[in-house]
């Protein structure tokens, strides 16, 4: 650590779950950070901290950035995006205070940091402002087919990934319209998915 010089930002991906799929850069980087920080919901466990605490160090510092309740807002409302940006916003400064101490700083995510991952919102804040380095980690749904057994696209097949907050029409419109489908966020969403997959089944 070098108060005199920015510290260094580095989103490490911690793949979809099994710690031993973690890549060898990712576990290097946990040996040399000063500060970890990761996203959770309140009350709740972060999954990217459960996968990797056993490389944990009694010096390193954690940093939890702990979401906003928001339950009750529907996602498209305004009130929603405006405390989700509010907290992003929140969450880029907290790390930059380390940042410009001299500290590297690891920011966990589940799968790929730049794939639907929470850190990619830090990215975009602070990337331009420090030393910035992206760690890949295997993908949920790599982990997933991998864990079948059961090829996922072959030869000319196309593969789309939808996010499974989009409409029920639209989804089913994707559905129809594609060889092999993955659906990320699925969550709440799943009633909603299995209906669309039914109809385009």
């Known amino acids: 650590m070098n108060a005199f010089l920015k510290g260094r930002l580095v989103g490490v991906g ?3 779950g099994d710690p031993e799929l973690l890549t060898l850069k990712a576990a290097r980087i946990l040996a040399e950070a000063d500060v970890v920080a990761y996203f959770a919901k309140r009350g709740n466990n972060s999954n990217a901290r459960a996968i990797v605490e056993a490389q944990f160090r009694p010096e390193m510092t954690e940093l939890p950035l702990l979401y906003p309740v928001t339950t009750e807002i529907a996602r498209d409302h305004d009130d929603y995006r405006s405390q989700i940006t509010a907290f992003y916003e929140e969450s880029a400064e907290k790390v930059a205070e380390h940042l410009e101490a001299g500290r590297m700083v ?5 799968g ?3 794939f639907y991952g929470s850190y990619m919102h830090l990215h975009v804040r602070l990337a331009h402002r420090f ?3 992206v760690i890949p980690g295997v993908t949920a749904m790599s982990g997933c087919w991998s864990q ?9 097949d196309v593969l789309t990934v939808l996010p499974g907050t989009m409409s029920e029409f639209e989804l089913s419109r994707r559905l129809a319209d594609t060889d092999a489908a993955v659906i990320m966020k699925v969550g709440r969403n799943l009633p909603k998915i ?3 997959l039914e109809a385009t089944a």
């Open 14 to 16: 911690t793949g979809p």
């Open 106 to 110: 690891a920011v966990l995510s589940e």
């Open 112 to 114: 790929d940091p730049l």
């Open 131 to 133: 030393p910035t380095e």
């Open 148 to 156: 079948t057994g059961i090829p996922i696209v072959q030869g000319d």
């Open 194 to 196: 299995r209906r669309a």
